[in-house]
């Protein structure tokens, strides 16, 4: 039997207990879970810029290559068994699930940071594209500024923010 992926971008949401369970299968060594689930905001509240849907674009291929690099680097920054992204693509909705990270350790400690560290990843590094759809119409969402910054405090430079490009306005 092979164990699953990794990674999966894909479109169906996921189960988280279905996810840990297959995380852990077989590695007695397991002491510790810990995972982060991204959901849409329901922020539709009529209020001028605020988000009613959204919708995520990838590179198929390299996004999947790009994610298998950052859990390769957390196995190597932190004590930890294993890790798994699920991230979904395609329309969302508020309330929906958008990504899970999962990762297994033998202490809590080191897979609470390995699991903050993939999301900071994630948020910065992963080639995903984000189209939020507002009441003014649909816009491509930059990078923040606050994200470069949290990959940062891991040693990271991203640089990916409008703030960050030279002559960029703020």
């Known amino acids: 039997m092979s164990s699953p992926a990794r990674v999966r971008i894909q479109t169906d949401d996921f189960d988280l207990s279905t996810e840990v369970a ?4 077989g590695d007695g060594g397991v002491g510790a879970v810990t995972s982060f689930v991204g959901t849409v905001r329901d922020r539709n509240s009529g209020t001028p810029g605020e ?18 690099a950052m859990i390769d ?24 699930q958008i990504v899970l990270v999962v990762v297994s350790s033998a202490h809590r400690g080191s897979s609470f940071q390995a699991c903050e560290f993939l ?10 594209w984000k189209k939020e759809t507002t009441p003014e ?21 991203a640089g990916n923010s409008q703030a960050a490009v030279p002559g960029a306005p703020v």
Do not use: C, N
């Not at 988000?51 to 298998?68: C, D, F, N, Q």
């Open 22 to 25: 297959a995380l852990r299968a």
């Open 51 to 68: 988000v009613s849907a959204m919708e995520l674009e990838h590179y198929p291929g390299m996004t999947e290559r790009a994610i298998e």
């Open 73 to 96: 680097e957390a196995l190597r920054r932190f004590d930890i068994r294993d890790a798994r992204v699920i991230h979904r693509v395609g329309p969302l909705q508020p309330g929906d």
């Open 119 to 128: 999301m900071d990843y994630l948020k910065t590094q992963a080639p995903f």
């Open 137 to 157: 119409g649909a816009r491509w969402v930059d990078a923040r500024v606050t994200d470069d910054e949290a990959l940062a405090r891991w040693g990271i430079a």
